[in-house]
């Protein structure tokens, strides 16, 4: 039987694809991994929604997007080397299981273009340039298919090749250690920063300077809106937070503190709000938030949600099932209530009043109705707004 052709120029080009894709697919998982979303990602342009659209990824199997990606990129880059030195004579072989991975590849990556521009608020430009790259690979995997020849290298070829692709992946290796640095760096700076703002004097916190004040806060409270603190207290501090908000997680035990610093003067407001990954992402959860409000044990539950956060899965109905077992609710009645969407106009309700007032990410903490800068909501800070509020009384 005739090899099927083998051309140096497609499997070097197929080679850098992948390894490329391989890098990118780490990059995601690095910058956009479990407790690691960021929006200061330098591949990721303006106006480019990477954590949004990657927090709503559909996971088959459980697994994200980004590790298959890596998987199937990590497979073209091995069917490369094997190709290129017709290991135990399989190159036919080789040349169409990769001709069918290839196939499954770019329909999967095609499903996901597609996905963002029917059903996720945004698009992301690192699923983007994957998709790019996945076509590419398909692009010339199929063309190197037509022609046949047969196979003959000498040893000084080979050799030539092994120094190619490990040259290539050294570099790959140069890249992705860089990435890694920068990423790491910028949690040493986030963690810096946070403590920083907890040794914060009062004359540091500022509130928003892109926020007007809200004089009629009191109207948009709902009698359905979870609160902590007395319904008289003079101080009303409101927050909007996404249950899948890696930095709503972090600011929430700061705005816990200050209820319990001030039980008698101040009432907050917790407005949960669907943000992350789009408008329908975090209904169940909100949902689950709203079901253990009216049981009386909204704080137990949001810490549990908040405990096994998951902004690239989200939590299951199972899991959120399990949650409402341990805080002695009814399950089944639970089931019902999250299925049956009982508390889906309490999210649309809270969704328009927060677009009402101009809010796009989450969390917003207002005190007496000032927005809050971002880099004031620590617990020294939101003490200072109190005492200042308290003075204003």
């Known amino acids: 039987m005739a090899l099927l052709a083998y051309r140096k120029v497609i499997e070097r080009v197929l080679y850098v694809f992948a390894l490329t894709g391989i890098g990118l697919t780490l990059h995601i998982a690095l910058w956009y991994g479990e407790g690691g979303s960021s929006s200061d990602d330098p591949l990721c342009g303006v106006g480019s929604n990477c954590i949004g659209v990657i927090a709503n990824d559909p996971a088959p199997l459980g697994i994200p997007s980004a590790w298959w990606g890596f998987g199937f990129y990590a497979l073209i880059g091995l069917s490369c080397i094997l190709i290129t030195h017709n290991l135990s004579g399989l190159r036919n072989v080789f040349l169409k299981v990769r001709a069918a991975i290839v196939s499954l590849g770019w329909v999967y990556s095609l499903f996901l273009t597609i996905l963002q521009a029917t059903a996720i608020d945004g698009w ?27 196979f003959q290298r000498d ?39 946070a403590a920083m703002q907890e040794d914060a004097t009062p004359s540091l916190c500022m509130y928003a300077q892109d926020s007007p004040p809200f004089d009629n806060l009191e109207q948009i409270v709902m009698d359905f809106d979870p609160f902590i603190g007395p319904e008289d207290a003079p101080i009303l501090v409101m927050e909007f937070l996404d249950p899948n908000c890696n930095h709503c997680k972090a600011v929430h035990p700061s705005v816990k503190a200050l209820a319990e610093a001030y039980p008698d003067s101040v009432r907050i407001v917790i407005k949960p709000v669907p943000i992350v990954g789009g408008p329908t992402y975090s209904l169940d959860e909100i949902a689950a938030l709203y079901y253990a409000n009216d049981h009386g044990v909204f704080l137990e539950m949001l810490d549990m949600v908040f405990e096994y956060q998951s902004p690239t899965t989200g939590l299951s109905l199972d899991m959120l099932a399990q949650f409402a077992e341990e805080l002695n609710l ?64």
């Open 330 to 393: 009814n399950v089944g009645d639970f089931r019902r209530a999250i299925q049956g969407r009982e508390y889906s106009n309490y999210t649309v309700q809270t969704r328009r009043f927060f677009e009402g007032m101009g809010f796009t990410g989450v969390p917003v903490i207002i005190i007496n109705g000032q927005r809050i800068s971002s880099s004031s909501r620590s617990l020294t800070c939101l003490k200072s707004f109190v005492e200042q509020a308290k003075r204003n009384i």
């Open 124 to 150: 992301c430009q690192l699923c983007l340039y994957s998709f790019t790259i996945v076509t590419l690979i398909a692009g010339f995997t199929f063309f190197g298919l037509f022609k046949r020849s047969s």
């Open 155 to 193: 040893q000084d070829e080979v050799g030539r090749e092994y120094i190619f692709h490990g040259a290539v992946a050294a570099l790959l290796l140069g890249v992705l250690m860089l990435d890694y640095s920068v990423v790491s760096a910028n949690q040493e700076e986030a963690v810096a920063l």
